[in-house]
């Protein structure tokens, strides 16, 4: 399976943080926003992974992530002109696709939980069909909103609906069958002129082909696309992180972890680093996990 991050967008809701700057480069309290929904792809075991952006900042984005080498990555770039909506990643993405199955993760999205690393492996081995995420949320309007029956079969979804039917948000994690790329191609642009990844869902649902699962209590799922959300995601993962010691969504440590890279490796791109607590932690683990 194969990975793509969606990171082009305005990020209007975060101006003037985003004015010079995508939103999926500022920080969420130590790391680069983009590091949280590239640890996901990781942690399910995705090393070919597509960034998509605008032209005015994928050059960052290259000079922040470089080929993805060093993290045992195979890393590619894709130009959005216009922020056309999340389901045009499947169009701009199509050749790196390839008529494989893919996983779509929205730039601003970050997961935490004990057992998400299983979550995620069971997912990307899916292989027909659509699997989309359910989480309880107490303002349901702001998100495109899945209902359930009492098997949790999906029964709709609408995006943002002024009466939701269920208080299930549906994450900004998706994973999709080699099909998604042509299905996404016949799509029609919405009401605002977007290709909407709730109609790509939709179809896969027509088709009776789309799961949903649902995160219970020991995940917890933010994202950060207004300054409030900026900071309580910041402060969610200082809390943590502080609390227990143990970093979330380092890329060093999970491609270390996951054996996509070796000890020697961590070892010189700790050495590479300035001496501060990020590469302090990197030669804690070091030495926590010595042979």
């Known amino acids: ?27 969420v309290y130590d790391k680069p926003m983009i590091y949280y929904p590239l640890s996901i792809l990781m942690l399910a075991g995705i090393r070919e992974i597509l960034i998509v952006s605008s ?15 060093q ?25 790196f696709i390839a008529g494989e199955p893919v996983c ?8 935490y939980g004990e057992g998400l690393q299983a979550i995620l492996r069971s997912a990307a081995a899916l292989t027909e069909g659509a699997l989309i995420f359910a989480y309880p949320v107490r303002n349901p309007a702001r998100y495109g909103v899945v209902q359930l029956d ?26 999709y069958d080699s099909q998604a790329a042509g299905i996404a191609a016949g799509l029609k642009p919405s009401a605002r002129g977007e290709l909407e990844i709730t109609d790509l869902n939709l179809a896969y649902l027509a088709r009776g082909r789309l799961k949903a699962e649902v995160l219970g209590r020991g995940i917890a799922w933010l994202d950060a696309g207004t300054q409030e959300d900026l900071l ?34 961590l070892r010189r791109l700790t050495a590479a680093m300035a001496r501060n607590p990020y590469s302090d932690y990197l030669l804690k683990l070091l030495e926590e996990t010595s042979p």
């Not at 990975?3 to 101006?15: E, F, K, P, Q, S």
């Not at 990555?73 to 050749?95: I, K, S, T, V, Y």
């Open 232 to 265: 309580n995601a910041a402060k969610f993962i200082q809390t943590i992180q502080e609390r227990q010691g143990l970093m979330i969504s380092c890329p060093e440590e999970i491609a270390y972890r996951m054996r996509f890279i070796g000890r020697e490796d």
């Open 150 to 175: 009492s098997a949790g079969k999906v029964l709709t979804i609408e995006e943002k609906p002024d009466r939701p039917r269920s208080r299930y948000a549906v994450t900004g994690l998706y994973f």
């Open 71 to 95: 993290w045992g990555l195979r890393l590619q770039f894709a130009e959005q002109p216009q922020p056309r909506g999340l389901a045009d990643a499947f169009l701009a993405g199509r050749d």
């Open 104 to 111: 779509v993760v929205l730039g601003d999205s970050i997961f």
């Open 1 to 27: 399976m194969k990975g793509i991050v969606l990171a082009g967008g305005r990020g209007t809701r975060l101006y003037p943080l985003t004015k010079s700057v995508g939103k999926q480069l500022l920080p």
């Open 55 to 69: 032209a005015r900042d994928l050059p960052a984005f290259q000079g922040l992530l470089g080929d993805g080498r």
